[in-house]
Structures are given as C-alpha cells and as structure tokens.
C-alpha cells in the first residue's frame, strides 16, 4: 500500500509504560536514531522513585518524552502530539497531557479487567468514546511481538519483554529514523546471550514492517535535519557531560582528579562515570556518608589533588560542615550538587531549584562560597570545567548547581576541541614567602595573591613549607589559630573579598534583546534556560519585545547585574522553587524583580510562562502608552519551545 | 599471614633521609595549651621523641585531626598538619593517604571524637585498611567542651550532664577495633613513656590502619581514671597495684601478670575458658602453666584477641591487657585503589589524546 509522507517541522513523543517494560531504553534507543539523522532534540525522563513499584499501577509508569525539530529547540516540549502507551496505567497517567487531536498508540494486550482496574479505569476506554477526541490506534503490541520472535524458543514471559522494541520499530517507521544504530546497539547489548538478541531485533525489525504494511498507519512524517553550526557531535545527558567536565578540567589543571560521594538520586551516574575513568588519574571512594564522601576529598586536595564531591540536597545538608571548613582551609574543592525535590527526602526522581539558598548561606557562621550553574545538559560540560577553573585559581570550594531535569535529560552537543578549554594553573607553592625580623625564610600560609586574594596551595611533601591549617580562625598572613577580634573582623571580610573578586575575571552579562527596545527582563538560572527561551520566542512571536539574560554565577554575580536589572521597567525571574533568585536580588540590588514560580518536580511549560510574560509586557507596556513597544510584524505563528 | 613476612612495610613509598634528625627539628613554635598535668603532653613528648627515628623526610609526614583537646596535637608539631572537624579525620585522612603514597599518615583524636561523633569513620577506616595510624586519646571524658561523659565512661558516671550517673554502656574501642577487622589494634599508657613508644613504632611500621589507643589522664574533668591501673597509692589497689592490674601482651608469649612469684614471672596468667570460648584469669600454679595462652598477634583469626581485649573492666578500670593485641597483614585499600589506577593508566601515557577520544566516543555526528 502506498503509504502517504507528510512534512512536520518538529514532534514531541512520549513513551509510556510500566517501570518493568523497558521505556527509559526505548526513549534513549529513539533518541539516538533522532540525534543521529541530524535533528535538533531535547528529552524528558520521567520515572518513579521505586525500582520497581508494583506493576500495572499509576505509581509504576515510567515515561520518556523527546522533542526533535527541523530547527533548533530549547525545551523536551510542553504537550506530546505522540503517545505510546503500553498499559492501561500508562494511557490513564499521560492522556491528560495530550493536547486534542494527538496520536495514541496503545498497546491493547494489558487491557483486561484486572489491569484496567489496577489502574483506576471503570470501563475499558478504548471501547467508549473518551479518546475519540485523539487519533487512537489500539494495537495488540505484545501478541504480534510473541508471534514475530516465536521461532528463538523464548519462553512466553521472555518473548513479551521485546515489546519494546516492536513499539521503538513502530514509531522509528512513522518518522523515518535510520535504524542501523540501535540494529548495532542490541547486538552489542545482547551479545552474550544469542536468543535474547535475535528476538530483540527480531521485535525491532517487526514493529517497523507492520507500519510499512497495515493500514492502520497510513501517514509516515519527515522531519528534515536541522542546520547546526558545524562540528562533530554527540547526543549527551547532563550527568554526562558534568563527569566528562570535571575529567576536562583536571587534565586542563594536570591535577589528579579525587571523588568522594555516596550513592543518591540524582547524582549517582556522575560517581558511576567517573569511576570508568581511572586512566585518566581519577580516583573514586564510594565512602560510607556524604561526610567522609567531602571529607575525603578534601583530604586530598591538602594533598594536591583536585577534590570532588558528587550529590544531591540531602546530602548538602550532610556536607554542610566540612564545606565550612574547606572555606575556611582555602583548599579547592568542587561541590556538585545535582538538586532534586524537598525538603527532607522528597521527591528524589523530580526537579527542582530549591537549594539555591543553601548553597548560598547553609552553613554557620559567615562562610561565602562562589555558585556556577548549568543551563543545559551540554552545557553541564562548560560548568563543571568553570567550577574547576575558580576552585583551582581563587582555593575555594566551589558549588555546582546543576538538577534532576538537565542530569537525566539530554541533547545534541558539539564536541569541543581541547584548545577552546581553559587552561587551569595550580601554581603550587615551592618556596617560602616571608622573612622574619632575623632575615630567615619562613612559609606563611595565609599570605594572599594579590588580584585573586587566593592563598599559596602548599602541599605536603614540600620541604620547607611545612604549616598547620585548620578550622579555628587564622591569623592573616602566618595562619597559627588567632581569637584576635580585629583578625577576625578582617578575616571573615577578606574571604567574603576572594570570593566577589571572582567577578573581576566574569565576562559583563549576555542580554538578547534584539531590538533594544524591551522593558521587561526575563532573567533566569540553571535549568530554566530552555523554558524561558523558548517563551521568550513565542512572546516575541506574538509582536511584543522582551529582553532575556541568564545567569552562569549565582554567586558572585556577574559585575554589570545590577546595572542590567535597572535599564528594564520591570524584570520577571522565572524558578522551580518559591522566589529564591528574586529573594538574592532584591536583598543585593534593591530590585523588586517578579517571580515566577513553581514547584512540581516538573519543568516549567513554555506556553505557561509564556502567557505570565505577555502579561507582564503588556501591563507594564501599558502603564505608559507612549512607549508601547512598536513593533510593525504582529503575526501570530505556530511556534516551538 | 605469617609471622615471617613481618615487620611490615608500612612506610614503602615514604621518602627517607639519611640526615640525622632531632626532637627539635619536630617541635612547632606555637605555645603548648594544655592544662598542666595533661596527659597529652606526654604523648606529645613521646611522638617527637620517635618521629626522627623514623629516618622520615619530616615534610611527607602528615598530621590530621578532629576536635577535642587531643586534637589539638597537630599544632605542636613541625610536619604538616590539619586540625579538622568533629570526629571526620579518619574520612579526610583516608582522602589524603590514598590521594598520596608518598606520605606517612597520622590521626590524632578523642574518645569522643572518634567513638561518638566520628564513629562511623573510625570504623570504616578500619575495615578498608587504609594505610593510616590512630591514636586515640582515651581520657574517658569530653575534655574540651568542660567535662561531659563520653562513650567510653563508665555507668554511673556522674558528670555536668548526667548529674545522676550516665546511663549507657561504654565502648571498648580494642574490642570496637577489632570487631571491625582491624589489622593493627594495640593499647597504651601515656605515662609509660617506654611501652607507648614501642606501641607507636610497630603502629609506624605497620602497613594498613593501625590503631592505638592511649589511656590519657584527664586531671581536670577525670583526674584519677587510670590511677588503678597505674598503681597509684591512692587508688587503693587491693593487690599488687600496677603489676596486678595490667596484662602486657607479648606476641609469642603466655600472657602472665601480676606481683611476680618465685619464678620473677607474674603469678597471674589468662588460659582459653573452654565454657564460654573466651579466656579468663587463673592464679598460674605448676598444674595449669603449660595451659597458658601463649599471645599470637599474628593469628588470622581476631577471635582470641577479641577474648583478650573482654579483659577489659567497663566500669572503673582496674584491669586492662596492654600492648599489641592484633597485628596481621592485609592489602591496604589506598595501594589498591592506586594499583587499579595505575592498571588502567597503562598505555594512556597522553591524557590529552585520551581527553580527545573520550569526549568524542559514542555515536557522534558531523555537520559541515
Ligand atoms: C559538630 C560539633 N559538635 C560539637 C562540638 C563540641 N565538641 C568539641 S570537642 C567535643 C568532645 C571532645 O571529646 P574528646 O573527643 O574525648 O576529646 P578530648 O577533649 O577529651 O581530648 C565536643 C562535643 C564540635 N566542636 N563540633
Ligand atoms: S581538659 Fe583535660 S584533656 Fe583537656 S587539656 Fe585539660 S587536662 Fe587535658
Ligand atoms: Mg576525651
């Protein structure tokens, strides 16, 4: 049958089905077909905190959203115009997200009574009319995969489980992806156990052959590659790009890389990647908290290496103490903390940005501590190599704010070449820096460089520098425990010093405002980069002017903030948590910037904030008609988050 | 392991010198803080008298410590040196040693320090082996923070805190060392000047985590705790005051104590308890001598030493076995965490080609 090809400039896809059924691999097998035909993407994982909570239930849906487009893209999408549901749980949770007229393909085989019922359905939907207002394909995915893998002998149980794979076949025929890619990824996978194998692909090469042959698929979609600036490169998740970072910048240092961490959602994938990465120096300790994971890191920066500690919110709180003490050594040391929902345990598999202020102030006394965050899961590769550069130059803990939704989500990103990264000099100390009354050479260790105010990083095995540091308050300059008041005084406005001379070396911040002309400001930080530009376009979209800028050091900021935040009328700073950037804001520069805030463990939705934007534009525009934005070209068109 | 592979190399990789060194050259200029009469100062003494003949280069010797009036040691000590946190200076010290090969390791901390706080490091510290050695200054008593019971007081204890006696059973830290698998477990005194160095250099030649507890007298907050033990008059020893109240271990020797008989050996000695599978103290006559446990620190098996360490009184101390309890060797978690690296560092001699490999790996693209 001659099937019809239509041209589509972008999707968003949702995969959806039991914890058990495999969906995070089928999203990621989709995702690197899509990467490699060349299409702009951004994904969404979305999983329960459970390993396996109990099966067919709504708590045990597991889902993975991508969004590809012929052009480039900001966000995993707001509303899937595809659904593949392979249950009942799975249809019931999602369907709301749709927005009218999107395609379900349902996986009929689960749809009995007990599973219906497991999932909160009174009646069977696909048999009244809730779903006539969505292209529905109700499909016996599981039975036609048995059927397709029956010649391997697998038994039953095992034969289901490629459903898949039928389903990734499917959808990868509907969109024209190449399938060589995950063809190869399953033979390398399955390599050790030939049955499994041939009925993974088997299940693969069926789903799409039913596509190309049913008539219940009559429209395959093409969504032409989209222009990228040129270069080599690769598909990645933040926790990846973050581990590949923090090797980048220690080979940049030539430090020996050491991670402490314990094991916690988010994080952990960074622990597990670097801990594949032994040639390149790097020492992982899974230690038994997150107090002996810092500790132990710590340990070895005093010892020269390049410390790291991986984790998430919880284990901050854990960490708090000995990040203290790292500020008060003056020893580099990075501080990841991948945010995820709270407070207490929360919601360990949701996003958040609600540890902005404890990474800023958790801990006693006055204990500043400089803050660098990823916008982008690639860009968690720029940030971690950044984190490195301050921690190293200025010896100081640095923290790394990155979160749930850029650690598991992913996109297309340009490989950099080793000469774009920055070169990072521990400049170690070798000699002695001072002399006494009596003219003989000592080594003080709390002397301080004079741009960066960093102290000389002074490590064991030197002869001659042999010093006592620690967390009783220092003398300036020869470092020996000192309860002078006036010391102190100058002590504790000294590291707060080090820390704002950061910002002498930050370059001025970056605002798109292409016309000039805004008067409202969206200013955003860390994962929120993707949802407000892409709001950002549609609001500009619409004819109205709004300026965006987004902030890589949250602490210090960069030099020319305030003055940015003054040139607009009014400033809206969208988060994922209660207003704790606009909090800093107003505190710093007197600003009364409007917040945007939610908490949901979700990313913010474009169209969303896009609508609470135009709001803003549009009831400050009109506070002073004179100078309404005046721009010509008022069309309205469709356009992509 | 066997006997005949001891001593172990605890210091290989450490750089030595041949230059004769001195107390002097290991004595910081920072004034000494404790309260006179303080314990410490004798083990302070004691640690710089045997460093240099340790034949060290003093700038790879490393001192980490927690918090507590022990802790404080690092100060005084012209090596490198961190005064931590709370009871974190196994954690920060295992990051240290395993960052570093080249370095002798030392932890100095408290009873409370290592056993309250720092609990969960200590006992970590012990099972990896990482190549490091502790001394805990047991004063059975939070001595810093003015006087507060601590995890080895014993019931009963009256204190600021518990004004009608502490109520919780108390740590043996050996025996706490040992359950853990420690491969290095001795005791010490701080005023036996003899016995602590010899404890502290077989510590230093010990490859693996070595812990030494040293029962350090607190003359302000516990004045008097060890004064059993070390025979002084007004602990009112019934019997032979010291002689009667500590067990020197010797490895290879039957464990005899006490007022010497005839023979100028102990007339008390320790023979397995075939009832409770433990060991217990019996008056030696000529009958029982050949049952005497003859020490074995050596044994695999930390079972007997851990009979031994039950010796112990809980409560006030009137008894308690001394020396090396349990030596053994096992690989140190630092040398094989630094051996994988290095096996998988073979033929990576480029960090930077391989940098360039491992960014560009995976299914990657190219637009031109
Ligand atoms: C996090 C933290 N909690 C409490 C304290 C207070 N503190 C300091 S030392 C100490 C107890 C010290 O006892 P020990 O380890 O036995 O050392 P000693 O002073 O007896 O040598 C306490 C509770 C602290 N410094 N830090
Ligand atoms: S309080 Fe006790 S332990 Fe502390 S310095 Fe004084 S005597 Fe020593
Ligand atoms: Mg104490």
Request: with cysteine; hydrophobic share 40%; glycine share 10%.
């Amino acid at each position: 049958m001659a099937k019809q090809v239509k041209q589509l400039d972008r999707v968003i896809i949702r995969f959806a089905g039991d914890s058990g059924d495999g969906m995070q691999l089928t999203g990621d097998r989709f995702t690197q077909e899509t990467a490699s035909f060349g299409n702009d993407l951004s994904t969404l994982p979305n999983f329960p905190a459970e390993i396996r909570a109990p099966q067919g239930t709504l708590p045990g849906v597991s889902s993975f959203q991508v969004h590809f487009a012929d052009h480039d893209i900001l966000t995993p999408g707001d509303r899937p115009d595809v659904l593949v549901a392979m249950n009942p749980a799975a249809l019931k949770a999602n369907i709301g997200d749709l927005p009218k007229g999107a395609t379900v393909i349902v996986d009929t085989h689960d749809f009995n009574k007990r599973n219906l019922a497991k999932a909160g359905y009174a009646e069977d939907p696909l048999e009244t009319d809730q779903l006539d207002e969505y292209q529905l394909h109700a499909v016996d995915l599981t039975g036609m995969t048995v059927e397709a893998v029956k010649e391997f002998g697998l038994s039953r149980k095992n034969a289901a489980r490629a459903k898949n794979m039928f389903a990734l076949g499917l959808v990868s025929w509907m969109y024209g992806r190449p399938t060589e890619t995950t063809i190869s990824f399953l033979e390398k996978r399955f390599a050790k156990v030939a049955d499994i194998r041939d009925a993974n692909i088997a299940a693969f090469k069926a789903g799409w052959n039913f596509g190309e042959t049913t008539e219940a698929f009559v429209v395959q979609y093409e969504i032409k590659p989209a222009p990228m600036s040129s270069g080599t490169y690769r598909n990645i998740t933040g926790n990846l790009a973050l581990a590949y970072g923090l090797v980048a910048g220690a080979v940049q240092a030539d430090l020996p890389l050491f991670l402490g961490s314990y094991p916690i959602t988010p994080a952990s994938d960074i622990l597990h990647e670097l801990s594949k990465h032994k040639r390149f120096g790097v020492i992982t300790f899974q230690a038994e908290d997150e107090i002996a994971g810092i500790g132990a890191a710590l340990g070895a920066s005093f010892g020269g290496a390049l410390g790291v500690t991986t984790t998430s919110g919880p284990g901050i709180a854990l960490k708090s103490e000995t990040i203290g003490l790292a500020v008060m050594t003056e020893l580099p040391l990075v501080v990841v903390d991948v945010q995820r929902g709270g407070p207490s345990t929360g919601l360990p598999t949701k996003t958040e940005q609600a540890d902005l202020l404890q990474a800023m102030f958790g801990r006693n006394g006055e204990s500043p501590l400089p803050i660098v965050a990823p916008q982008s899961p690639g860009d968690c590769f720029d940030a971690a190599v950044e984190a490195i550069r301050i921690a190293v130059t200025y010896r100081t803990p640095v923290m790394l704010l990155s979160d749930g939704m850029l650690a598991n989500g992913s996109e297309p990103w340009r490989i950099p070449e080793l000469s774009e990264l920055p070169t990072i000099d521990p400049a170690f100390a070798t000699e002695p820096n001072h002399q006494t009354g009596e003219g003989k050479d000592e080594f003080w260790p709390y002397v301080r460089d004079e741009a960066t105010l960093a102290r000389p990083w002074a490590v064991p095995g030197t002869a001659g520098l042999e010093h006592r540091i620690g967390g009783l308050e220092k003398g300036d300059g020869h470092g020996n425990i000192s309860y002078d008041p006036a010391n102190h005084d100058l002590m504790v406005r000294t590291r707060q010093a080090k820390v704002d001379r950061i910002a002498d070396a930050l370059p001025p911040l970056q605002v798109d405002d292409p016309s000039g002309r805004a008067r409202v400001l969206v200013l955003g930080w860390g994962s929120t980069y993707g949802p407000i530009g892409a709001a950002v376009r549609r609001v500009r979209n619409a004819g109205m002017e709004v300026a965006q800028a987004h902030l890589r050091h949250l602490n210090p900021f960069p030099k020319d903030l305030g003055e940015v935040l003054k040139r607009y009328d009014a400033v809206m700073v969208p988060e994922m948590n209660l207003g704790q950037l606009s909090l800093l804001l107003r505190a710093k520069f007197l600003v009364d910037v409007v917040g945007y805030n939610q908490v949901n463990g979700m990313p913010i939705k474009a169209a969303d904030l896009a609508e609470a934007v135009t709001g803003l534009v549009e009831s400050t525009v009109g506070t002073d008609p004179g100078a309404a934005s005046g721009t010509a070209d008022r069309t309205h068109q469709e356009v992509s988050s | 392991m066997t006997t005949t592979e001891l001593p172990f190399p605890g210091l290989a990789g450490v750089p030595t010198t041949d230059a004769p060194q001195n107390r002097k050259e290991y004595t910081s200029d920072q004034e000494v803080r404790w309260c006179p009469g303080c314990g410490d100062y004798a083990v302070l003494a004691a640690v710089q008298g045997f460093l240099p003949e340790l034949g060290l280069r003093r700038e790879n010797i490393v001192f980490v410590s927690g918090i507590g009036c022990s802790s404080r040691f690092p100060y005084y000590l012209d090596t490198y040196g961190m005064h931590s946190i709370h009871g974190r200076a196994p954690a920060i010290a295992t990051g240290l040693a395993t960052a570093r090969e080249d370095l002798s390791v030392w932890v100095v901390t408290g009873d409370g320090d290592a056993l309250s706080i720092g609990g969960n490091h200590l006992i970590h510290a012990l099972r990896r082996n990482v190549n490091l050695k502790i001394l805990l200054f047991n004063n059975r008593i939070y001595g810093l923070t003015k006087g507060q019971y601590s995890p080895t007081s014993e019931i009963g204890k009256v204190t600021k805190s518990t004004p009608m006696g502490s109520l919780d059973q108390p740590f043996n830290p050996v025996s706490l060392a040992l359950g853990a698998e420690a491969t290095f477990v001795a005791r010490t005194v701080d005023s036996d000047r003899k016995h602590l160095t010899e404890v502290l250099s077989a510590a230093a030649a010990h490859r693996g985590t070595a812990l030494v507890e040293i029962y350090q007298n607190c003359p302000i907050f516990n004045d008097g705790a060890f004064d059993a033990i070390k025979g002084t008059p007004r602990a009112g020893n019934a019997d032979g005051g010291a002689a009667d109240a500590l067990i020197p271990l010797r490895h290879g020797e039957p464990i005899r104590f006490g007022v010497p008989g005839e023979d100028g050996q102990g007339t008390k000695g320790v023979v397995r308890d075939t009832e409770t599978g433990g060991v217990r103290i019996v008056e030696v006559t000529a009958d029982n001598q050949a049952e005497l446990l003859v020490h074995d620190a050596h044994a695999d098996d930390p079972t007997t030493a851990f009979a031994i360490s039950r010796l112990t009184d809980a409560g006030y101390l009137h008894r308690a076995p001394v020396g090396i309890f349990r030596q053994v060797q096992r690989p140190t978690y630092d040398d094989l965490a630094r051996d994988q690296v290095a096996t998988a560092s073979q033929g990576t001699d480029d960090r930077n080609a391989a940098l360039a490999n491992l960014l560009g790996g995976g299914d990657t693209w190219t637009v031109v």
